[in-house]
């Protein structure tokens, strides 16, 4: 299975490189200065990415090489472990409730503690389609927003992105510059997968 690019740099509607973040900063670094602004995002979440592009173009690649492999360390730890009891990585944070609330949950077995994980884990399997086609529509919101806002039919589009229309979309983003359209079709395409 191929893996999708880190990252894509557009140099105004023009989509200047995409792949690990290493080369497409490197690629930006070369086009710096010139007349249209340079837009780096996250190339399956929308996020803008800043670029550090100080220093020697070996300085580049391997700063943004290391930050790369550190992120990917981060991925969850269950997918690198191996047999054996998992590590649960409790995080604790204050919750506030009304006393009727604590008083149920202290009446569950395992205590508060256990029965809040049980329902949150409910909700989470209840509501995994919902928010996965939410993030999804969020990630081509916030790259549409941020290249596309002034284009025609823009307002238009994100109704149809947010309605799960994909053929409205489609039709809608037409006269799009090409990249700018490709990179959003992409993107919506995952929302439009998502909902089946």
């Known amino acids: 299975m191929t893996s999708s690019p880190a990252c894509i740099a ?10 690990p973040v290493a080369d497409v900063a490197l690629a930006v670094r070369k086009r ?3 007349r249209h602004p340079i837009l780096v995002f996250d190339y399956d979440t929308g996020r803008q990415i800043e670029l550090d592009l100080r220093g020697t173009d070996k300085d580049i690649r391997t700063r943004h090489t290391i930050a790369s492999t550190r992120e990917d360390d981060e991925a969850p730890e269950a997918a690198r472990r191996g047999p054996g009891r998992p590590k649960l990585g409790v995080v604790p944070r204050e919750v506030t409730l009304l006393p009727r609330h604590w008083d149920w949950l202290s009446a569950q077995p395992g205590g508060a503690s256990v029965a809040l994980r049980k329902l949150v884990d409910e909700a ?13 529509q969020e990630a081509a919101y916030r790259f549409m927003s941020a290249i596309a806002g002034n284009l025609p039919r823009y ?7 947010f309605a799960g229309d ?3 979309f489609s039709k809608l983003t037409d006269s799009w510059p090409v990249d700018v359209r490709d990179h959003a079709r992409h993107l919506a395409g995952a929302a439009f997968a998502a909902k089946g």
């Open 10 to 19: 557009f140099e105004g509607a023009r989509r200047l490189a995409s792949g």
């Open 32 to 34: 710096a200065g010139g």
């Open 124 to 136: 989470r399997k209840a509501r995994g389609r919902t928010d996965t086609i939410r993030a999804r």
């Open 155 to 161: 307002e238009d589009a994100t109704r149809a992105l």
């Open 166 to 168: 994909p053929a409205g």
